[in-house]
């Protein structure tokens, strides 16, 4: 009788693995799946195209004047240093989200756990919510300036631009959290329930945890518009060159840096360093969120 030997899993070959000659071949009897594939495939490479020849624009026409001068504490017409506004950019972006986070993630689970189906009520928030995603960038710089810079007297400050970014990034992490929220399954809840846990217990021990990855990935979409958000920011927290002393002093982000520097038309090459410096604080506070939602779903 033969002896029946295991093989290593990395030699056992996938049985329904399709090859593309396969894949072709079976796309002649169906033309119209042919031509579906092919517009899927074209879009693909469009869309990658465009990315990968948007940054590399950037980094070619960038990179080349990252100078130590523009990294310099102090902003002078000389060295047009982009540091007061990259630190500028962080403490807005960190003190908007400690303002809309909390609030977005509360109301979602209101509507969520707490509110009854089909109450009036939760369709206008969900109305309101859409509507507000849809206002353009400048209506909330106009509305921050009249109301938190001039009716409540805080001036041309961190405080107003931070507040009115929670506003604009408010409508996306609610909704955002909202559905992550609905995508845990009833079956937690119940357990839970079964358990003799209470509904708040319930919420915060068993379907919040389950749905941060989903939240955190209207966070990242927040920290992008906060990132690249310019016309709202000029008018609730000026174009001032350097770093406050406090939340109500006034300064400058690197998307206002940025546009302030292209504008004057006399240090263009110094804008392409900045849409650098800007692009890699992006994707660095994104590898951020991303590590810290795979560690919060692996405990």
């Known amino acids: 009788m033969e002896a ?20 072709f071949s079976s796309y002649k009897r169906t033309p119209l799946s042919l031509l579906l594939y092919l517009l899927v495939l074209a879009s693909t490479i469009f869309t990658a195209g465009i990315l990968i020849y948007l940054i590399g624009y950037i980094l070619v026409h960038g990179v080349p004047y990252l100078t130590k001068d523009l ?16 630190v500028n950019t962080i403490s807005m972006t ?13 109301s979602a689970i209101y509507l969520v756990e707490y509110a009854r189906k089909g109450n009036r009520f939760v369709g206008i928030v969900r109305i309101t919510a859409e509507t507000l995603s849809g206002i353009p960038s400048i209506v909330y ?9 001039t009716t409540l007297k805080w001036g041309l400050s961190i405080l107003s631009g931070a507040a009115t970014l929670a506003i604009m990034i408010l409508p ?9 929220l609905k995508s845990v399954p009833d079956s937690f809840r119940e357990g839970s329930f079964g358990l003799g846990a209470g509904k708040l217990r319930t919420v915060f021990k068993i379907v919040l945890p389950s749905a941060v990855p989903g939240i955190l990935s209207g966070v990242i979409l927040a920290v992008g518009r906060i990132v690249g958000e310019t016309a709202a920011l000029m008018y609730t927290a000026g174009t001032v060159a350097e770093i406050p002393s406090n939340v109500m002093g006034s300064g400058r982000t690197l998307s206002v840096h940025m546009y302030a520097l292209s504008s004057e038309g006399l240090h263009i090459n110094q804008s392409y360093a900045t849409a650098v410096v800007l692009l890699i604080v992006v994707i660095v506070i994104n590898a951020v969120s991303t590590f810290i939602a795979k560690r919060i779903t692996k405990g």
Not at 72 to 85: D, E, G, I
Not at 172 to 180: L, P, Y
């Open 4 to 23: 029946i030997t295991a093989k290593p899993v990395g030699s056992i070959k996938p049985v329904n693995r399709v090859s593309r000659k396969q894949r």
């Open 71 to 86: 990294f310099s504490l102090k902003y002078t017409s000389t060295n047009v240093s982009l540091f007061p506004a990259m």
């Open 94 to 106: 960190v003190l908007a989200l400690l303002l809309a986070v909390p609030l977005g993630i509360f």
């Open 141 to 149: 710089g106009l509305f921050g300036l009249l109301f938190f810079v």
């Open 172 to 180: 996306a992490v609610m909704r955002t959290s909202e559905e992550a």
